[in-house]
């Protein structure tokens, strides 16, 4: 008798820079200093912003998250990140839809049809 599981849902790797456009990448995120560091370019947001993600924490231009929570089944991701900008803490949800390895969508539950696009850059 062969017994024949399913394969377990893996957890999505989230790490790496994303911007709302594959095309934009490079003027969005730039590796500066020593240790070559993924960071955003100066007018990052005219190009239309993103995020980069790391073990324990997501990255804006102007924010600095600590994940507090990340409940993943493979295809869809809920964290809970604590988040400070300048003088402002605040915790906030994300609901994040993965379309494949490199394309990832973030849902706002309440609001019908708003939705944006991620895509993985590879620098």
């Not at 200093?33 to 912003?49: H, M, P």
């Not at 409940?71 to 964290?79: E, P, Q, S």
Request: aromatic share 10%.
């Amino acid at each position: 008798m062969i017994l024949v599981l399913p394969d377990p849902a893996h957890a999505f790797d989230l790490a790496g820079a994303w911007a709302t456009s594959a095309g934009q990448c490079g003027k969005v995120f730039a590796r500066k200093g020593r240790a070559n560091q993924v960071t955003f370019t100066n007018f990052s947001g005219i190009y239309g912003g993103g995020f980069i993600a790391e073990a324990d924490r997501l990255r804006g231009k102007f924010e600095n998250c600590k994940i507090k929570s990340r409940k993943d089944d493979g295809k869809d991701l809920n964290i809970i990140v604590s988040c400070a900008s300048g003088i402002m803490v605040s915790n906030v949800q994300f609901f994040l839809k993965v379309v494949d390895d490199d394309t990832i969508t973030r849902e706002f539950p309440g609001v019908e049809g708003m939705q944006i696009s991620y895509h993985r850059c590879k620098l």
